[in-house]
């Protein structure tokens, strides 16, 4: 298959009417994206990526108005959310509407609606003219892309267009929230943080602090993995220099230049930012190990440690 590379969402977007696969931006990380309302085209989704067809996709609207057709009930507290937080990083599982197909939400009686707020994503969206089924663009497993360029790696040949777009904003995923019972639940940490959350739904939970909690089924799947192997250090001290290791973190090693790559960051946000891109750039380069300082887990270092755990975890 021949991929297109464009720059315009609305030639992108005509890829979508056509029933076919489009990997575009968001702030978080690119998503590949099909008409959410044509399972054949969301097929062709998973085949791309193969992906696991128990693992339900994210919905990506354009408007307010679209989230009526893809929820069967939003709740006051969802209404609360949304209008505080969309567009944004975050995604709300609410109930689904029967109109569904069932391949978007994998069988489960609910389904994940997020907006995205990049421009490039808006046109996008609202060019497509209906709601857009999306992983990140990756192959299963694999960091996500943060960049077009890393899209392109991954993907060429597989899927119809790239809408090109910069680096990502953010460069973790956005956090998924179950509201589809009372207490809403995190089940996926992210862009937006718990605490940004508790402001406005002050009762809001981490989804493992609850027994019994239901798991997303994402999150039982193997993730973000690079080729190289990563160890975790609280501090660059603990991490082996050499050629084939690589360090991350917000602390500089004493050693830097003993190390084949590193990357410093001035922050968690700009960790995050980072994050996924390094990984790449690790694979490109042959590391053989990277280092990743943890960080604390509050604000965006919740969703941060999340992706830092499973990518250590093989
Ligand atoms: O930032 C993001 O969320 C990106 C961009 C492209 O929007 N998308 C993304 O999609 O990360 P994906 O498919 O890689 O991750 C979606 C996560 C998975 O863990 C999935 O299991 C969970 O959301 N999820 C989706 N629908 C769900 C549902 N109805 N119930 C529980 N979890 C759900
Ligand atoms: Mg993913």
């Known amino acids: 298959m021949n991929t297109v590379l464009t720059s315009s969402p609305e030639k992108a977007a005509a890829f979508i009417r056509a029933g076919d696969v489009v990997a575009f931006p968001t702030e978080t990380v690119y998503g590949l994206g099909a008409d959410s309302f044509n399972p054949d085209a969301v097929e062709k989704i998973f085949e791309a990526k193969g ?27 969802a209404w609360r959310l949304i209008d505080r937080f969309f567009p944004g990083p975050l995604t709300i599982i609410l109930r689904r509407h029967p109109d569904v197909p069932s391949i978007v939400t994998a069988g489960l009686d609910t389904v994940g609606i997020r907006m995205p707020s990049h421009p ?29 360029q890393t899209v392109h790696a991954n993907l060429n040949g597989r899927i119809s267009c790239i809408l090109k777009g910069g680096r990502t904003d953010v460069g973790i995923e956005s956090t998924v929230l179950d509201c589809s019972r009372r207490t809403p639940m995190v089940l996926r940490a992210g862009g937006v943080t718990l605490e940004d959350l508790q402001e406005i739904v002050p009762r809001t939970r981490m989804a493992d602090e609850i027994p019994d909690r239901p798991l997303s089924p994402g999150q039982v799947h193997r993730h973000y993995v690079p080729n190289a ?11 082996q220099p050499s050629a084939s290791a690589a360090f991350i973190g917000l602390d500089a090693p004493s050693n830097g230049a003993a190390f084949g790559l590193t990357r410093m960051c001035e922050s968690k946000e700009a960790y995050a930012h980072e994050l996924f891109d390094f990984f790449y750039e690790c ?14 887990e509050k604000g965006l270092g919740r969703g941060l440690m999340d992706r830092l755990l499973r990518a250590a975890q093989r």
Not at 54 to 70: C, K, M, R, S, T
Not at 229 to 239: G, I, K, M
């Open 120 to 148: 490039v994503a808006q046109e996008f969206l609202t060019a497509c003219d209906t709601p857009v089924a999306a992983p990140s663009a990756n192959l299963s497993g694999r960091p996500s892309p943060t960049s077009w």
């Open 283 to 296: 694979d490109r380069l042959e590391m053989e190990t990277i280092y990743c300082q943890k960080v604390d």
């Open 229 to 239: 192997s990563v160890q975790l250090v609280s501090h660059p001290s603990e991490a």
């Open 51 to 77: 992906r696991p067809q128990d693992n339900p996709l994210i919905v990506h609207v354009a408007n307010l108005g679209q989230i009526e057709g893809l929820a069967a009930d939003v709740t006051d507290t």
